[in-house]
């Protein structure tokens, strides 16, 4: 499995909206990247604006699939 955690900074009082689009590309992933098992936002209990997404792949395979959907540019 490979993991990637990535530091996201929404602008401000943007956090909701941030948030709101990343549920709808998890769906997205969810029904077209079968070896993606985890995607998911975490927000900071300190900073509103501070997230961690969360993501873990089944093997690179998976990651080459999940950077050719575009969200990694």
């Not at 998890?26 to 993606?36: C, H, I, L, R």
């Not at 300190?46 to 575009?70: F, I, K, Q, S």
Request: hydrophobic content about 40%.
């Amino acid at each position: 499995m490979i993991t990637v955690i990535a530091t996201v900074r929404a602008a401000p009082g943007k956090g909701p909206e941030l948030e709101a689009d990343f549920r709808a590309y998890a769906e997205v992933v969810k029904q077209n990247e079968p070896g993606t098992l985890m995607y998911t936002l975490s927000r900071s209990r300190e900073d509103p604006e501070l997230y961690y997404a969360l993501e873990t792949y089944a093997d690179e395979a998976a990651v080459h699939c999940a950077r050719g959907a575009g969200i990694w540019e």
